[in-house]
């Protein structure tokens, strides 16, 4: 436990009002810790990925920052999610804990730092959507082609629903011509 002041900021960010937009700057000027939890349902990019849309995804985020104005995000997420296998279609749960490390310069040195992003880049300054933060990190933790344990899958090893990634050195090893 820290101290009492972090508790109280906890309880208030655990009830049903999260923030909806936070601004990272000024969370970390005042060396400020959100936690809480997200429903997945309010996810709507991973929700094409999930076959159960109950449950929720557990964060906690701490901003601070250093001497360049760079404001640091650290902390961790964690979540259960059910997909899709990617061999028999079957529900995979799986279990996801990692940790958040993101930069957030104050100004539009973000943008070029992630250059290649898909999406403009976020500043530390201005508001940032809270659930789409966390949802970016849990895409970025999810695994390409999510798939049972071979020994719990329904269907065998060969017989992938999607071949996206199949390396061709997988369909010799589990090419069995007396099966068919
Ligand atoms: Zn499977």
Redesign the pocket.
Same mark, same amino acid.
């Given at each position: 436990m820290t101290g009492e002041g972090g508790a109280a900021t906890l309880a208030r960010l655990m009830k049903p009002g999260l923030p909806q937009y936070i601004e990272p700057l000024r969370l970390a000027e005042s060396g400020e810790t959100i936690s809480g939890s997200l429903q997945l349902r309010a996810l709507q990019r991973l929700g094409r990925w999930l076959r159960e849309r109950d449950g929720v995804v557990e964060f906690r985020l701490e901003f601070s920052k250093d001497d360049r104005g760079v404001v640091r995000v650290k902390g961790q997420f964690s979540t259960e999610l059910t997909v899709a $296998?990617q &061999?028999?279609l079957?529900p995979?749960v799986l279990r996801i804990a990692q940790p958040i490390e993101v930069d957030l310069a104050a100004d539009t040195i973000a943008v070029d730092e992630h250059g290649a992003g898909d999406e403009p880049g976020e500043t530390a300054d201005g508001p940032v959507h809270l659930a789409s933060f966390i949802e970016d990190e849990v895409l970025l933790g999810m695994p390409m082609a999510p &798939?049972?344990d071979p020994a719990r $899958?329904?269907?065998p090893a060969g017989t992938e629903a999607s071949s996206a990634r199949v390396s061709p050195f997988a369909v010799l090893k589990d090419y069995h011509p007396e099966k068919s």
């Open positions: $296998c &061999r028999c079957e995979l &798939r049972h $899958c329904p269907k």
